[in-house]
């Protein structure tokens, strides 16, 4: 994997599975020659057909995401979404209907970030609005803190997790 937030989230996928946890990344396939369904470090990767640049494209890309987290839904006890975006509205919709926690792991601060795509995207307020209902925040670093915190985000489900993983023994 890249780095940045792909290596994050590496590390956080292989201490789950260190910890004997069972790790599913519902993820877009970016490359029509990769596989459909592969295991990478104890973790299963499923990729489902990636969204285009339209906007129909994007939903299409979620609805099936939805689909899928449906069908899955026997095999897993929560979610953990990478972004405040359309896969976070997304699975916060199937969560609604399937009864499991969601955690959002915002993915950037400041004006490329997550909470300043809220308040500039078209349909940013509708999905703050959904993003609201997350069981819990994974803030990486203070400043993605202190943006949930100003954006409206309740304080008491903000967890600072530097990079994604729990550092205590």
């Known amino acids: 994997m890249p780095g940045g937030w792909e290596s994050t989230w590496a590390r956080l996928l292989g201490e789950l599975v260190r910890r ?3 790790v599913t990344v519902l993820t877009p ?3 029509v020659d990769w596989p459909i369904e592969t295991v990478h470090n104890g973790v299963r990767v499923l990729r489902l057909a990636a969204p285009g640049r339209s906007q129909w494209s994007q939903f299409r890309y979620l609805a099936r995401l939805v689909k899928s987290l449906r069908k899955l839904r026997p095999e897993f006890d929560s979610a953990l979404v990478a ?3 359309g896969d976070a509205y997304a699975t916060l919709g199937a969560a ?3 009864n499991f926690p969601v955690l959002l792991q915002p993915e950037r601060p400041g004006i490329d970030g997550d909470c300043y795509r809220q308040v500039e995207a078209s349909c940013g307020s509708r999905l703050k609005k959904r993003c609201y209902h997350a069981d819990a925040y ?4 203070p400043l993605l803190e202190r943006e949930l915190i100003a954006a409206g985000y309740a304080r008491s489900r903000i967890h600072g997790v530097p990079l994604g993983i729990d550092q205590s023994p």
């Open 20 to 22: 004997g946890r069972k």
């Open 83 to 85: 972004g405040l975006g």
């Open 96 to 98: 609604q209907r399937s």
């Open 138 to 141: 994974l803030a990486a670093t």
């Open 29 to 31: 396939r970016q490359q």
